[in-house]
Structure formats: structure tokens, C-alpha cells
T-cell receptor, first 111, second 113 residues
Framework: GQQLNQSPQSMFIQEGEDVSMNCTSS?????WLWYKQDPGEGPVLLIA?????ELTSNGRLTAQFGITRKDSFLNISASIPSDVGIYFC???????????FGPGTRLSVLP | EAGVTQSPTHLIKTRGQQATLRCSPI?????VYWYQQALGLGLQFLLW???????NRGNFPPRFSGRQFPNYSSELNVNALELEDSALYLC????????????FGPGTRLTVL
């Protein structure tokens, strides 16, 4: 089946630094979503992308739908302690039936 | 507007018992999805219900089942519980069947002893 890969698996950054993470696949996806999950809670939707090449911002977060439709990127600028958590990407499969979730990127922010 | 709600928050069972988890979608959403998230791992797709019908299921044994009620709320049942069923069970809902953006509930933490 279709799979998503996320990199890096985990990252430690200093407060105030910018962060970049990505999500890749060998398959084409029609929609990309980025979620953040705090420990023990459900994922919260951050950004949704619907068109190839689309660049969307939500506060300090910016995400892009790759032009090949096989990848997406999430950037966080000027990180703060509450950015800590796991970031998941999800892609809508070819059949438009289900979202496939990546394994997540675990972000730690050091003061 | 209320988000996706799940109950109970925590559930403790012993091996061989049955567990029932409940989910209420966002008002107006007709699709409900269930995911299993074992500790430290990603989301594994379990089941998708839309308009009362099971539309798709993930690679889980038949002892994982569920249903969707006329008011679009949903139940996940896990029979003959095993230790490895211990996980956070997440429910999500969406507007359009399958292709709609999914919004998640807070999850039910199931512990099997």
C-alpha cells in the first residue's frame, strides 16, 4: 500500500531556531495535512494543502505541497517551548478513500 | 462548535475481556475513523464508517469491530483483549466521506493487564 516517510525521525533544537521537516512518498497524493500531537492527546490539524505547489501559512508555521505531489514540507520559525510534540503528515490516497499517516517527527525544544 | 468527543478517557481491562469505546463526531460530519496508536508509534488505521456503513478497514483481526449509529456516533469494540491491544485509540471525523479533512478527538487510553 501507499506509505509516507517523515524525516527527521526526531530533532532537538534551541528555542528561537527555525525548524524544517518533510514528508515523502513514492506515490502521488492529492491532499496533504499536517498535524501536531501533544503527549496523550489527539492530533490537532495545523495546515491543509490541496493543490500541487501550494504554500500555506498558519502563524509561525508554513507548509508546502510539493510540485511532484509526492512530498510536503513543514517549517516552523522562531521555535518556542510549546512547539514540542510529534508532527504527523497525512496524504489522501489515489482512490480518494483514505488518508495515510506518516510515522511522525518528534520535536524537542531546548530552552 | 464542539469537537470530536470520546469516552471513556481511560479504560483498564484484563486479557480476554471485551472493551467498548465511543466516539461522537463534529456536528454535520458523517464519516468516522478509528485509529490505534501504540506507545511511541504512529497512527494505524483501524476502521472507517460513513453514513452508517463500514467503508474500509485496516490490517487488524476481526475481533476489532464497530458500528456507526443513525446520529453518526460510533462505537469500537475489541473482543478477546490481548496485552498488545494496550494503546491510545483515536477517533476522527470528517465532512465528506473519505476525502474530507479529519479532525481528531482526545483519544481513549486502553490498558490491558
Amino acid at each position: 500500500g501507499q506509505q509516507l516517510n517523515q524525516s527527521p525521525q526526531s530533532m532537538f533544537i534551541q528555542e528561537g531556531e527555525d525548524v524544517s521537516m518533510n514528508c515523502t512518498s513514492s506515490s502521488i497524493f492529492n491532499t496533504w495535512l499536517w498535524y501536531k500531537q501533544d503527549p496523550g492527546e489527539g492530533p490537532v490539524l495545523l495546515i491543509a494543502l490541496y493543490k500541487a505547489g501550494e504554500l500555506t501559512s498558519n502563524g509561525r508555521l508554513t507548509a508546502q505541497f510539493g510540485i511532484t505531489r509526492k512530498d510536503s514540507f513543514l517549517n516552523i520559525s522562531a521555535s518556542i517551548p510549546s512547539d514540542v510534540g510529534i508532527y504527523f503528515c497525512a496524504g489522501l490516497d489515489n482512490y480518494g478513500q483514505n488518508f495515510v499517516f506518516g510515522p511522525g517527527t518528534r520535536l524537542s525544544v531546548l530552552p | 462548535e464542539a469537537g470530536v468527543t470520546q469516552s471513556p478517557t481511560h479504560l483498564i481491562k484484563t486479557r480476554g475481556q471485551q472493551a467498548t469505546l465511543r466516539c461522537s463526531p463534529i456536528s454535520g460530519h458523517t464519516s468516522v475513523y478509528w485509529y490505534q496508536q501504540a506507545l511511541g508509534l504512529g497512527l494505524q488505521f483501524l476502521l472507517w464508517y460513513d453514513e452508517g456503513e463500514e467503508r474500509n478497514r485496516g490490517n487488524f483481526p476481526p475481533r476489532f469491530s464497530g458500528r456507526q449509529f443513525p446520529n453518526y456516533s460510533s462505537e469500537l469494540n475489541v473482543n478477546a483483549l490481548e496485552l498488545e491491544d494496550s494503546a491510545l485509540y483515536l477517533c476522527a471525523s470528517s465532512l465528506a466521506g473519505g476525502a474530507g479533512t479529519q479532525y481528531f478527538g482526545p483519544g481513549t487510553r486502553l490498558t490491558v493487564l
